[in-house]
């Protein structure tokens, strides 16, 4: 088996763990948004830690060093990947962002199926482009196109009827994309400068402490509920933020982007899936129709444009390390 079928059967795997783990926020929602977001991502926050320790020891041994390989003053483009400064503002910035984005999605999850969640968040591929051009980037015609299919997408998928609205949970999970693109963008800001598992860290510690505030002033958390969905708690947070997030870095080192890309798409198609086995939930047709559109667009958006140039927003910039 070759090493790039062995990366990409491990982004595939990082797939399926976030695809099912709709399914863990949706049970662990009862507990409180804040306190259900603020425990997951403490854990998979802390759970990168050792991580990030044997990545320096390996780093380390490549390099003929006892610790992480460092970057010189003359190495330019290069990150550096010490805990510095800028690791940190970085992990505090996409953390706050993160936590606006992610607290919308558990709340709304609650209020719409796993599989409207997983292709409505997809949509986060689509709307940076359309935010970068405010930044001067140039978007290639495709993405464009992917753009018009994933709105006729999202039409079927939650405004289609007679009264032309869209429900309640799905307003919030729309929301949600917004935030995620923003917290994209941020991500890709900072992640080309630092080690981006540190960053990671940092971020969903962030977030948790920030989540632990809210539960604190507007929810009332107790220890029986929070156990009663311990498992929930444990599968979001090592598994969905740390694991997972793990098999991506490890995996996008010998995989091609695009294929990266296009292979972590399938996360909106394992939460559909898992809706329908586990929970037995359906959809109308025109809904499942809507879901394969905004499958397709999010997928023509990580197609690279042979025609693009400097300046230009590529796939493989669109990464995200929501969970």
Known sequence: M?????SNLLILLAAFIW???????KDGGQIGTFTFNGIRFLIGGTFLLPVIYVLDRLRGKKSGSDGPETRSGSDKGVPDMSWNKTVFIGGICCGVILFIASSLQQYGVLFTTIGKTGFITALYTLI????????GKKVPRL???????GLAGLYLLSMFGESLSISYGDRFIIACAFGFAVQIMCIDHFAPKVDPVKLSSIEFLTLGVISLF???????????????VLPSLLYAGILSSGVAYTLQVVGQQHSEPTQAAIIMCMESVFSLLTGMIVLGE???????????????????AQLPDRKAGAGTVKPEVMKNDKR
Not at 214 to 228: N, R, T, Y
């Open 2 to 6: 070759s090493k790039q079928l062995k």
């Open 19 to 25: 695809g099912t783990a709709f399914l863990a926020q």
């Open 128 to 135: 940076v482009p359309v935010f970068s051009v405010v930044l």
């Open 143 to 149: 993405t464009w196109a992917a753009v018009l299919i």
């Open 214 to 228: 809210f539960m604190f002033a507007f929810e009332e958390p107790s220890l029986d509920k929070i156990v009663s």
């Open 282 to 300: 359906r959809m109308a047709m025109h809904e499942y129709i809507g879901a394969a559109l905004i499958f397709t667009a999010v997928v023509m």
